[in-house]
């Protein structure tokens, strides 16, 4: 019998090549997923089964609850699946939630919003412990500018600008709600909730709000970057190391 599964699913991206399955590499993460699955399933090795996501993280970007679903012809249940795959599933990559659901649930095309946490320290230590997490910074930013300039980004904007893909053909226009940015002794946390995030979108937003906070651009300066529709006018792109998928909303 098959039925669509739904999957909620964290993952240290650090070695994997960001999410989406390549034909060069098996380091995915749902290229990960699809071989447990296929084994589990007792499928043809080379007719795999698919799993859908609700979005593609870039390499070495992390989720604490990437959501996704696949079609699955089995009798077991949704907790002998979840079992499985943790069972065999490397440890960096953990199935969280398991449920059946709508047949014409699609985990990509469902999905209303998301939020993404984008974390970065500074001090004179090092941050041994969360140093595959974290963006290090050589000195303190003025968060009061960032969030002076990321009061720009919230909108409905055309975010051209903040698209890493210069050959990109699709509408970039997309809308966030929230940015927010949070300190926590070494800590700087920039949470940002949208609709639909654009490739690097969130680490270029990021690269450009450290620019500001270094002094290095005003905060007014963000409106114009956003009525360019230039992406050498924004800043750089902040490592992927700092950058996790916190929540797909549905």
Known sequence: MTRNFKMVVSYDGTRYFGWEHQQ??????????ETVLTRMTGRDPGDPVTVIGAGRTDAGVHARAMTCNVLLDTEMTEQEIQAYMNRYL???ISVNAVSVC????????KARGKTYRYTCWYGNA???FDRRYVYCL???PDLEKMRDAAQYMIGMHDFRSFCGNSKMKKPTIRVVDVIRIEESGSYIRFYVHGNGFLQHMVRIMVGTLLQVGFGEIEPE???H?????DRRTAGPTAPARGLCLMKVDY
């Open 24 to 33: 060069e590499t098996d380091l995915t993460i749902q290229g990960r997923l």
């Open 126 to 128: 090092k941050p041994v």
């Open 102 to 109: 709508a047949d014409r649930f699609h985990s990509r095309f």
């Open 138 to 140: 050589d000195r303190k």
């Open 225 to 229: 970057i956003i009525e360019a529709k």
């Open 90 to 92: 490397p440890e960096d």
């Open 221 to 223: 300066q963000t409106g």
